[in-house]
């Protein structure tokens, strides 16, 4: 007994003593606890009383892991598994029985969707009504067989095998609702025929649910083709038109019965992103798009056999028609709707993490009340100005060149990222992409500023090691090699406009006069990944951009809605500016929430504001200062600004700011017959050569002079630059001497109230980045201020 009660104790931790006697020893008589017991050694006494009392110590511990371990058997685990699944098959079994394929028809639908209202930013004035159902079912009979295999191919190319539901996207956008980035896709044609016919567009946990269980059950009770009819003739396609037939004649003016194969293709294309992928409307980017998706339709229809590769190989990419009129959407409005719904799609995206088709569906025929930040007043003006400084100036009959200038321009308040106006072209319906949003064209030198940005912002310096500022000097020799910081050549030697050389110049100068060999430079100076950084957080889009010297001439594409968000980042002193159309967007069944237009610092204050005191040299002294400086409705704004025309005459643009408002125009050379290729503008209007400070910076000064406080004053932070230093310049060819002035200093009074002092800062005396090839390197000039110059006595108005 004396034994199994000690092996007891043991195991019980040491909570209860064993009898203090050693295996296989006698008792010590009389139970006399100092005895030494015969045999055990007083240590291995010592010993086993030291193992009792860590075991109490730690059998506490030792029980509570053993209950844990107890608690998570595999056995238990296993049970809970096999339990928890068998709840989820009773509960889908019990809601399989409960939810019944609801009755719905393609009318109803159609009647349930309501016109979109569009208004003014006043929240009275209406805009618009846009909304107006084009459906019309056709019997799938009607519909050409190889017609019906290209959106099979394009959705689901497992359609006529499953059984209406795919499980791995359906539990993938059961799993994203939940998590809140919403469905995703993944959908089967039955599961969005059923979301398009029976079911709402919410992004519920619910919603999902139903669909799963009603896709399951009109598999059962319907046919492959009558599921694939209603799928057709429900989607939405774009251009207001709902069903195949309906687009049909909305993008090709057929019936769908004469539909080919390559236009089912491109039917079947459009369901991912209906107004992304519209042909006429597209960015190069939507186009690219588009024609893999529509390739992508094609391949999979030879990869399943129901089309012959060899007469694949033979189809080329139909191009659809120009979209009808639409009432409401005429002159401006068709554009100004566009970039709504487009802004609110996106938000939509963004908000709900939903795909483009879903997003569109939930914003077109929706009943939104969508109020715009257009300003009324300001939106007439800037059509008035367009006409009367540009259209009404071009004739096609007597110049056919004038036929293929298109226009666009948009006004951005820069304190609150408003979009208060916008030009997106003649007519909506006469020229559906919007010039306003399209970034196909360069923006050419309104880029300069940028580059000047990053140098300041980066603290850059000169191969010399000088810090690159205002003052600094440059050589503007004509196709002068750049040349790296070790002083190797780089591959680029840029032309300036005319081949006209500056020589030895300021950064000023440089900017007044446009000098592609000056800013080439200066962009390896600072770095070209760090301009083409700086130029991402202003807001270009540079993603897909090399940062290569060639980027200082503005190759990149962009859009004047761009360019004004750039422009009212610098004009709000650095603070990010993301032009928004949207003020709000009401629904009666869910809200939105409309970003902060304004957002973080991305570049200093500093920095942007001697950007700003350097651009207003451009307009009191350099290529802008006929249109605007010398206009005579300027009324005295204080003006900054950039002119700029890209190789070839393809684009001319200029962009410039008062206090209170900033505006960018680009107009674009685009052949007037389709596919619409850029083309050059020589010649148009008139005139040799378009160039940013003409018709754009005419069409600038027209608006903004109309639309501007007078009186208003720039706030800025910086000691360099036109708007705070007087400027004389020496005539471009001759070297400085101590004589006066060539030419008198500009009249006008700064664009910022100088200092008191005599201005007796001088340009920095370093020798020019790049020696030039012909011609010993001149002297920096010492006694005359050299910090600007006035317009080129040669030929006004030059710039690239």
Not at 104 to 128: C, E, F, I, P
Not at 282 to 297: E, I
Not at 448 to 459: F, T
Not at 675 to 691: L, W
């Amino acid at each position: 007994m004396g034994r199994a009660e000690d092996r007891r104790a043991r195991q019980r931790g040491g909570r209860r003593a064993a009898p203090g006697r050693s295996s296989g020893s006698p008792s010590v008589a009389g139970g006399d606890p100092s005895a030494t017991v015969v045999g055990t050694p007083p240590a291995a006494q010592g010993g086993r009383a030291a193992a009792r009392r860590a075991a109490r110590s730690g059998g506490r511990g030792g029980a509570g892991k053993g209950r844990i371990r107890r608690l998570f058997t595999w056995k238990k685990i296993l049970g809970t598994f096999l339990g928890t699944c068998l709840l989820a098959i009773a509960a889908f079994i019990g809601l399989y029985l409960y939810v019944d394929v609801p009755s719905g028809n393609a009318a109803a639908q159609a009647a349930q969707r309501q016109s979109n209202v569009y208004k003014y930013s006043d929240g009275k004035t209406t805009l618009a009504r846009d909304g107006k159902v084009n459906r019309e079912i056709v019997d799938l009979s009607k519909v050409p067989k190889e017609v019906r295999d290209t959106f099979v191919a394009a959705e689901n190319k497992s359609f006529y095998n499953d059984n209406g539901i795919d499980l791995k996207g359906t539990a993938r956008g059961v799993l994203n609702t939940l998590m809140g980035k919403g469905a995703q896709g993944g959908s089967t044609i039955t599961q969005q025929y059923v979301k398009n016919y029976y079911l709402s567009q919410e992004q519920t946990v619910s919603r999902k649910l139903k669909e799963i269980v009603i896709s399951l059950k009109v598999d059962r009770q319907m046919s492959k083709d009558d599921i694939l009819a209603g799928y057709i003739n429900t989607s939405y396609y774009g251009r207001g038109a709902y069903g195949i037939q309906a687009a049909a004649q909305a993008y090709y003016r057929v019936d769908a019965d004469k539909l080919s194969v390559e236009q089912g293709a491109y039917l079947a294309a459009l369901l991912q992103a209906p107004s992304q992928y519209d042909w006429q409307a597209a960015s190069d980017t939507g186009r690219k798009l588009v024609t893999a998706r529509w390739n992508y339709v094609l391949d999979n229809m030879v990869e399943e056999g129901w089309l012959d590769k060899a007469e694949r190989q033979g189809m080329t990419f139909p191009e659809p028609k120009e979209p009808k009129p639409t009432a409401g959407r005429e002159g401006q409005k068709g554009y100004l709707i566009e970039l709504a719904n487009e802004q609110l799609i996106s938000q939509l995206m963004k908000q709900d993490g939903i795909t483009r088709s879903e997003a569109e569906s939930q914003v077109v025929d929706q009943g939104w009340t969508i109020t715009l930040n257009i300003d009324k007043k300001k939106q007439a003006q800037l059509e008035k100005a367009v006409k009367a400084q540009l259209t009404s100036k071009l004739d096609k009959k007597k110049r056919p060149v004038d036929a293929d200038v298109q226009a666009g321009a948009v006004s951005v308040d820069p304190k609150t990222g408003k979009v208060v106006a916008l030009y997106g072209g003649v007519d909506y319906f006469k020229h559906y992409t919007s010039n306003a949003t399209r970034t196909d064209y360069q923006p050419a030198s309104t880029f300069k500023p940028v580059i000047l940005a990053a140098a300041l912002e980066e603290s850059a310096q000169t191969r010399s090691g000088k810090p690159i500022t205002a003052n600094t000097i440059y050589d503007g020799t004509s196709k002068r090699p750049v040349v790296d910081s070790d002083g190797n050549k780089v591959g680029f030697a840029p032309e300036n406009e005319d081949d006209q050389d500056y020589g030895p110049i300021t950064v000023q100068t440089a900017m007044n006069k446009s000098v592609n060999s000056v800013f080439a430079q200066m962009g390896v100076d600072v770095g070209m990944k760090n301009v083409m950084d700086v130029a991402g957080r202003l807001g270009m889009d540079t993603a897909k951009e090399q940062a290569v010297p060639a980027q200082t001439l503005g190759t990149m594409g962009a859009s004047p809605l761009q360019m004004a968000g750039v422009y009212a980042t610098l004009d709000n002193h650095g603070k990010k500016v993301t032009p928004s159309i949207l003020k709000s967007a009401e629904h009666n069944s869910r809200t939105v929430d409309i970003p902060d237009p304004v957002g973080e610092q991305v570049i200093s204050r500093e920095a942007a504001d001697t950007v700003t005191s350097v651009l207003t040299g451009v307009v009191d002294d350099g290529t802008a200062q006929r249109a605007v400086a010398n206009n005579p409705e300027h009324e005295g704004q204080k003006v900054a600004g950039k002119t700029g025309t890209s190789d070839d005459n393809k684009s001319a643009w200029f962009t410039g700011y008062t206090p209170d408002l900033v505006t960018s125009v680009g107009l674009f050379g685009e052949d007037d017959k389709s596919p619409h290729p850029q083309v050059k503008m020589y010649g148009a209007g008139g005139e040799p050569r378009v160039n940013g400070g003409g018709f754009p910076a005419e069409i600038w000064a027209a608006y903004m002079f109309g639309v501007t406080d007078p009186d208003a004053r720039f706030d800025l932070n910086t000691d360099q630059g036109a708007a705070v230093q007087p400027t004389w310049t020496p005539t471009p060819t001759q070297e400085p001497t101590t004589q006066e002035p060539t030419e008198e200093p500009t009249t006008q009074e700064p664009t910022e109230t100088p200092t008191t002092e005599e201005p007796t800062e001088t340009p920095t005396t370093e020798p020019p980045t790049e020696e030039p090839t012909t011609e010993p390197a001149p002297t920096a000039p010492t006694d005359e201020p050299t910090d600007d110059i006035t317009v080129d006595p040669v030929r006004p108005g030059n710039e690239q």
